[in-house]
Nanobody
């Protein structure tokens, strides 16, 4: 079993900043790509940013230059620093990790429970 626990969501005004954190625990042999997704009411869940185990990062166009993803491989953790927040960033943010749970080269996707980010105008 693998658990992803998120923290750091909340209410912030337009232009403000928040940092989301996610820690993975359980039967982890190694972690592959870690990512943050978000889902606004009535919309599909979309990737916000993802980071490979060697630090290579990808960002959705809508957050480039405002969000920064980072990871701490020693702590099995990933963070998302969000700045210059806009009302359209309001969503539930989910942590995602590709986890290898044994010496077999098979990765399984795990999700956190989600954390609400609300940006007021």
């Amino acid at each position: 079993q693998v658990q992803l626990v998120e923290s750091g969501g909340g209410l912030v005004q337009t232009g403000g900043s928040l940092t989301l954190s996610c820690a993975a625990s359980g039967s982890i042999f190694s972690l592959g790509i870690m990512a943050w997704y978000r889902q606004a009411p009535g919309k599909q869940r979309d990737v916000v940013a993802r980071i490979s185990d060697d630090g290579g990062a990808f960002y959705a166009d809508s957050v480039k230059g405002r969000f920064t993803i980072s990871r701490d491989n020693a702590k099995n953790a990933v963070s998302l620093q969000m700045s210059s927040l806009k009302p359209e960033d309001t969503a539930v943010y989910y942590c995602n990790a590709m986890v290898q749970t044994s010496s077999r080269l098979i990765f399984t996707a795990y999700w956190g429970q989600g954390t609400q980010v609300t940006v007021s105008s």
